[in-house]
C-alpha cells in the first residue's frame, strides 16, 4: 500500500486497503475472549497505520471525498471505535475474574527464535528451561497483556489524532475557497462542524472514564453548543445527559438544574422512536414516561426557584404524592420565606446571551502563553453558553409599538412562550433600556397595554372598512402597510393574559406584558436586557441586543403551536427593540380631508391641516401618491396653491415643502387639486417633518359619473348580402356582432345609434353639452345635430336620472378593421362647489379646532386663470364596427294581416349595390300554414346599380300568428348567401 501510494496509484489504493480491511477485519470464530481482544487491537493498529500513510502522501482531496472511507479523519474514528470495543472485552475479562490478579506472570514469557514465537518460563527444581506455550497458556498471556495496556488512554489518543487530523484536512479542503454564503459552502461547513462535535463527544466521554470532568465539562459544552444551533435534538440529548451528569458530580447544580429542564423541553419535542434509538438504556427510564419526565422537571425546577442551598440530596428525586405544579408552588414559597429571613441571600442568576462563535474567536485576543488562539470552551463560558438553555424553554417575542396615538409616550410590549410540560412562576419582570444618556430600568406590567388595546380596536374598525377598499383595489392590510411602511403586529385573541404580578406562566401559551416608557431625549432608544424574576432567588435575563434585529422570536420555536402573540397588520413591530425618537413632547397633528365622493377628470380639492399644540419652528410636508401596489400611479395629477397665488404641478413620487412657523395654538392649510384620468385607487401619503415624522394618508377612490348604454339598429326586414372575402362576420343585420365584439355594417345601411347616459353617484350635475368625436377610419357620417338635442339651457342630472341621445348615422365606405364609432363627449360640472370633509378614516389623531390659520389660500384669491376649471369633460368610448361592402340588399313585403282563405301577395324586393350585374338564385323555403302559388326557385340578373322584386302568391289556411316562408339569396359567383327572416302574419277566420 505504501508503495502504491508512492507511485500515485490511488484507485489501486483504495481497492488494497478495502481487500485487507475485508480479509482480515472480521473475527474467526471460536476464539476465546483474550484472542478477540488482542485481534481488536490489531485491527486498530492496522487502521491507525493506514491513516498515517494517506496523511503522509499526497492525496487529493478530491478523492478522499470521493472514497471517504480512506480518509485519515475516518480510519483514526474507526480505530477509535475497534479500541473502545476492545477495552469494554478487558472489561468484561477483567469482571469474569472477580477483579483479582492477573492469571499469568508476564514476566515468565519471552520472545522464541522465530518471528512471533512466544516460550513459556519452565521451571524444574533447580533447573530453569522455555517451552512452547500451549493454547490455554497462550491466552492466558493474553489476558495478562490486556491488564497492562491502559485501554483508556489508547483511545483518548486515536480520537485526538483524529480530531487533529480532522481539523487539518478542514484547512485544507478550504483551498480552493467555497464562499461561506454560498448553499454549498454552507452545506460543507455545517458537515464539518457535526464531524467535530461528534469527536468532541467521544473525547469528552473518555475523560469521564478516566474521571478528567473539568476537561469533560469544556468539550461537552462545545458539543451542545453545535447540536443547539443546527437543531440536532436527538444528539443534544445524548449530550445534554452526559453533561448534566457531569455537572452534578462537579458540583455545578446551578448549571445541572438547567441541563434538567432543557432535556425535558428537547425529550417533549421527539419522537419517542427517536428517544429509543439515540438514548442508553440507563437514562431512556428518566424521559421515557411522560408524567415521570414532568416530575423530573418539577422537581429541578423547585430546586432552582429556592436558590443556592445545601444540595446534598439528590435534586432528581420526586416524590408520588406531591403534584409537579404544587411542588413548584412550595419550592416558590420556600424562596419568599429565605429571602425575607436572610438579609443578603444569595441567588442565582441565568443570563441568555447569543453568540456567533466564528465571529467571536477572530475578535478574542491571544493568551500570553506563546501566543496560542483564545480556547473555544473559554469564549463559551464567557458568553454564557452555559446557561443558553433557556432559549429552548423560553420564547421571547414582541418590540415597540408600530405608532404610538400619545408620542409623548413609547410602549414596549413582551410575550413570554412556555415550552416546558410545566407551569412556571413569575414574581415579576423588567427591561433595562438604553440612551444617550445611559441606561435605566423600567418594570413591565402585565397585559397588553393601553396602546396596544387601541391598536387592536382601529383595527377591528379597519377591517369593517376592508371590504368597500377591497373593492376598490385597495385592501385594509395594503393601505396599514403603506402608512407605516413596516410590517407591523397585534396582539392576538389567543395569548393568555393575566393581570398582576405574581402570574404563573402555563405550558404552551403566551404571558404578555407591556411598559410605557418616556423618552429623556431625541435619539436612539432600545431595549438591552429583559429579566425575568422566577423567584426571589432565581431570575433569568435575555441580552435583547446581542441576538440579530428583526427577528420574529427568540427562542427554539419562532413561534411555537400556531398561537403567535402578535399578528401582521398594527400594533407592535415584533423583533424591534431599537426604535428612534426625534421628537419629545407632544407632535402636531396631521389630518388629511376630502369630498366625499370624488370623480374622473374632475379636480378633486384635498386639504392637508397641520395643528402646532407648542411653538412649531419650521418643518417641512412631503406628499406623494402611492398604488395599491406600491407604484405612483401615472394616470393621476396633483396640483397645489402655493404662497405665489398660482397652482404648481407636484411630482406624485413625491414633493417637499416647506412650512411657515407656527405658534402655539395655530393652524396650516395646504390646498391640493388632484385629478385621475381613470377610474382607480391611490393613496395620498402625507409626512410631516419637525424633524420626528408624522404620518397621515387618505384613500382617494375615482368613479367614472356616467354610465352609457349604446344600441344599434337599422331598418326592419332590410337583409344585405356580402361576398365572403369582405365578411366580417356572418350577420344578416346590425345587432349580430362576431366574437370580438364589432358590430357589422353595409355600405349604404342607415344605422341608428341610442346612447342612454346615467348619473351612478349621489352627486348632482349639470350637463352643459355634447359632442361627437367620429373617428376618421371608421367610415361612417352623422347625419343630425347634438346639440339640437340638449337645448339652451343646462340638463340638471342627480342620482338615477338618464338621457338618452340619438345619433344618425350612413356607413359611406368599407373598412378592412374594426374601429371604433368615436367618442362621445360629455362636458358637465357639479351643481354645488365640492367641499372637502373630515371623515373618521383620516383623522385617526382625533379632531382639532383651528384657532388660527396660517397659509390658508381661498380659490377667490389665486391668480386669474389659475384656478382649476370647474367644468370637467368626460369621454365615453362608443361601440366598434366594421363597415362591408355588400352586394345587394333584400327586403321581404308582405302585409301584417290576412283572411284565411283569402290570397294575399308575398314580395321580395332586392337592389344591387355594386357597380357589376349580379346573377342570384332565389328559392323559398317552406312554410306551414300557407298555400304557395309561384316558382319556389328561380335565377334572375341584376343590372348595376339596379332594383327589382319578385312577388308570390299565398293562401293561408290556418288561423293565428304564422311566419311567412323564408327567402334564401345566394349568388354563386360570389359562393354566399343571405336567408331572410321569418316575418309573421296574423290571419283571422274567414
Not at 387592536?456 to 369593517?464: G, I, K, M, N, R
Not at 372598512?465 to 395594503?478: E, K, W
Not at 419650521?618 to 393621476?636: D, F, I
Not at 379632531?847 to 389665486?862: F, I, K, W
Amino acid at each position: 500500500m505504501m508503495l502504491l501510494l508512492h507511485q500515485q496509484r490511488y484507485a489501486e489504493v483504495v481497492q488494497q486497503l478495502r481487500g485487507h480491511l475485508a480479509t482480515f477485519g472480521p473475527t474467526p470464530d471460536g476464539l476465546p475472549l483474550a484472542a478477540v481482544a488482542a485481534h481488536h487491537g490489531w485491527l486498530a493498529r492496522q487502521y491507525q497505520a493506514a491513516a498515517e500513510m494517506v496523511a503522509m502522501s499526497r492525496m487529493d482531496q478530491a478523492t478522499l471525498q470521493a472514497h471517504k472511507d480512506v480518509s485519515p479523519c475516518y480510519l483514526l474514528m474507526s480505530a477509535a471505535q475497534i479500541a473502545v470495543t476492545r477495552k469494554a472485552l478487558a472489561d468484561q475479562l477483567h469482571h469474569l475474574r472477580g477483579y483479582g490478579p492477573p492469571p499469568l506472570d508476564v514476566s515468565s514469557v519471552r520472545k522464541g527464535r522465530y518471528l512471533g514465537q512466544v516460550e513459556f518460563k519452565k521451571v524444574d527444581g533447580t533447573a530453569v528451561g522455555h517451552s512452547d506455550m500451549t493454547d490455554a497458556q497462550f491466552a492466558l498471556y493474553l489476558e495478562a497483556e490486556e491488564r497492562r495496556i491502559n485501554h483508556n488512554q489508547q483511545v483518548l489518543d486515536l480520537l485526538l489524532q483524529a480530531q487533529t487530523m480532522h481539523l487539518k484536512q478542514t484547512g485544507q479542503s478550504a483551498a480552493p475557497p467555497i464562499a461561506a454564503g454560498t448553499a454549498v459552502g454552507r452545506s460543507v461547513k455545517a458537515a464539518a462542524d457535526r464531524l467535530q462535535a461528534r469527536l468532541t463527544w467521544l473525547i469528552a466521554e473518555q475523560h469521564v472514564d478516566t474521571h478528567n470532568l473539568t476537561a469533560a465539562r469544556k468539550l461537552l459544552l462545545q458539543t451542545v453548543y453545535t447540536y443547539r444551533r443546527d437543531g440536532w435534538d436527538a444528539l443534544l440529548l445524548q449530550s445534554l445527559l452526559l453533561l448534566r451528569d457531569v455537572c452534578q458530580r462537579l458540583k455545578l447544580h446551578q448549571e445541572a438544574l438547567l441541563h434538567s429542564l432543557e432535556l425535558a423541553c428537547v425529550a417533549d419535542s421527539l419522537p419517542s422512536s427517536a428517544n429509543s434509538n439515540s438514548q442508553p438504556a440507563a437514562t431512556l427510564h428518566e424521559l421515557a414516561d411522560h408524567e415521570q419526565a414532568i416530575g423530573l422537571a418539577a422537581a429541578a425546577l423547585a430546586s432552582m426557584l429556592t436558590g443556592p442551598g445545601d444540595k446534598k440530596g439528590s435534586i432528581m428525586k420526586t416524590s408520588s404524592n406531591v403534584s409537579p405544579g404544587d411542588r413548584v408552588t412550595a419550592a416558590a414559597d420556600e424562596a419568599q420565606q429565605r429571602h425575607a429571613n436572610s438579609p443578603t441571600p444569595s441567588a442565582w442568576h441565568y443570563t441568555v446571551q447569543q453568540l456567533d462563535l466564528s465571529a467571536a474567536l477572530q475578535q478574542a485576543p491571544a493568551q500570553e502563553d506563546g501566543g496560542r488562539a483564545t480556547n473555544v470552551a473559554d469564549v463559551l463560558q464567557q458568553y454564557h453558553q452555559q446557561e443558553f438553555g433557556w432559549w429552548r424553554i423560553l420564547t421571547i417575542a414582541g418590540g415597540f409599538m408600530a405608532h404610538a396615538p400619545d408620542p409623548a409616550q413609547l410602549q414596549v410590549c413582551v410575550a413570554v412562550y412556555n415550552q416546558l410540560p410545566i407551569p412556571i412562576p413569575l414574581t415579576g419582570a423588567t427591561v433595562t433600556l438604553v440612551d444617550s444618556k445611559g441606561s435605566w430600568v423600567q418594570e413591565l406590567l402585565l397585559g397588553p397595554g393601553p396602546q396596544q388595546q387601541a391598536a387592536v380596536a382601529e383595527q377591528q374598525q379597519s377591517a369593517a372598512a376592508g371590504q368597500s377598499s377591497s373593492a376598490a383595489g385597495l385592501s385594509a392590510a395594503d393601505c396599514a402597510a403603506a402608512a407605516n411602511g413596516i410590517h407591523a403586529m397585534h396582539i392576538s385573541d389567543s395569548t393568555h393574559t393575566a393581570t398582576a404580578w405574581p402570574a404563573q406562566l402555563q405550558p404552551g401559551s403566551w404571558l404578555v406584558a407591556h411598559a410605557l416608557v418616556t423618552p429623556r431625549t431625541a435619539g436612539s432608544v432600545g431595549v438591552d436586557q429583559l429579566l425575568l424574576q422566577l423567584s426571589d432567588l432565581c431570575s433569568v435575563s435575555f441580552l435583547l441586543s446581542s441576538f440579530p434585529p428583526g427577528r420574529p422570536a427568540l427562542g427554539r420555536l419562532s413561534l411555537p403551536g400556531g398561537q403567535e402573540p402578535f399578528k401582521v397588520q398594527q400594533g407592535v413591530k415584533q423583533g424591534v427593540w431599537v426604535t428612534k425618537v426625534q421628537h419629545v413632547g407632544r407632535l402636531p397633528n396631521l389630518q388629511v380631508v376630502m369630498p366625499q365622493s370624488m370623480l374622473v377628470a374632475e379636480f378633486c380639492l384635498v386639504e392637508v391641516r397641520v395643528h402646532a399644540f407648542a411653538a412649531q419652528s419650521a418643518a417641512s410636508l412631503e406628499l406623494s401618491l402611492r398604488s395599491p401596489t406600491g407604484a405612483v400611479p401615472g394616470q393621476v395629477t396633483m396640483l397645489a396653491a402655493l404662497p405665489d397665488g398660482k397652482l404648481h404641478a407636484l411630482s406624485t413620487e413625491g414633493h417637499a415643502m416647506q412650512l411657515p412657523e407656527l405658534a402655539a395654538g395655530s393652524s396650516f392649510s395646504q390646498r391640493l387639486w388632484v385629478r385621475s384620468t381613470l377610474a382607480s385607487s391611490c393613496r395620498l401619503v402625507a409626512v410631516l417633518s419637525c424633524p420626528a415624522q408624522v404620518h397621515q394618508s387618505a384613500d382617494l377612490h375615482f368613479v367614472e359619473p356616467f354610465e352609457h348604454v349604446t344600441r344599434l339598429a337599422g331598418e326592419l326586414g332590410v337583409h344585405t348580402l356580402v361576398a365572403p372575402a369582405q365578411s366580417f362576420a356572418n350577420s344578416s343585420g346590425p345587432a349580430a356582432s362576431d366574437s370580438a365584439g364589432a358590430v357589422a355594417l353595409a355600405v349604404g345601411q342607415v344605422i341608428f345609434a341610442q346612447v342612454l347616459i346615467r348619473a351612478v353617484h349621489d352627486v348632482e350635475l349639470q350637463l352643459l353639452g355634447a359632442q361627437l368625436e367620429l373617428q376618421k377610419d371608421a367610415g361612417l357620417q352623422v347625419m343630425n345635430k347634438l346639440s339640437d338635442q340638449l337645448g339652451d339651457r343646462p340638463l340638471q342630472m342627480a342620482c338615477g336620472s338618464v338621457y338618452c341621445l340619438l345619433l344618425h348615422l350612413v356607413p359611406l365606405g368599407a373598412t378592412s378593421s374594426p374601429a371604433s364609432i368615436g367618442r362621445l363627449q360629455l362636458r358637465w360640472k357639479r351643481r354645488q362647489p365640492v367641499t372637502p370633509s373630515l371623515s373618521t378614516e383620516n383623522n385617526a389623531q382625533g379632531r382639532v379646532q383651528d384657532t388660527a390659520v396660517a397659509g390658508h389660500m381661498p380659490t377667490s384669491d389665486l391668480a386669474v386663470g389659475a384656478a382649476p376649471t370647474e367644468e370637467v369633460l368626460t369621454s365615453l368610448e362608443l361601440p366598434q364596427v366594421i363597415v362591408q361592402d355588400s352586394l345587394l340588399t333584400v327586403k321581404v313585403v308582405a302585409p301584417h294581416s290576412a283572411t284565411a282563405g283569402i290570397a294575399f301577395p308575398f314580395t321580395l324586393q332586392m337592389s344591387n349595390m355594386t357597380s357589376q350585374p349580379q346573377e342570384v338564385t332565389i328559392a323559398v323555403q317552406e312554410a306551414t300554414g300557407f298555400v304557395f302559388s309561384g316558382e319556389k326557385q328561380q335565377n334572375i340578373t341584376l343590372a348595376p346599380r339596379d332594383s327589382s322584386s319578385l312577388t308570390w302568391t299565398l293562401v293561408a289556411h290556418a288561423s293565428g300568428q304564422i311566419p311567412v316562408p323564408s327567402v334564401r339569396v345566394s349568388s354563386g359567383r360570389f359562393s354566399c348567401h343571405v336567408l331572410t327572416q321569418q316575418a309573421h302574419v296574423h290571419v283571422m277566420p274567414f
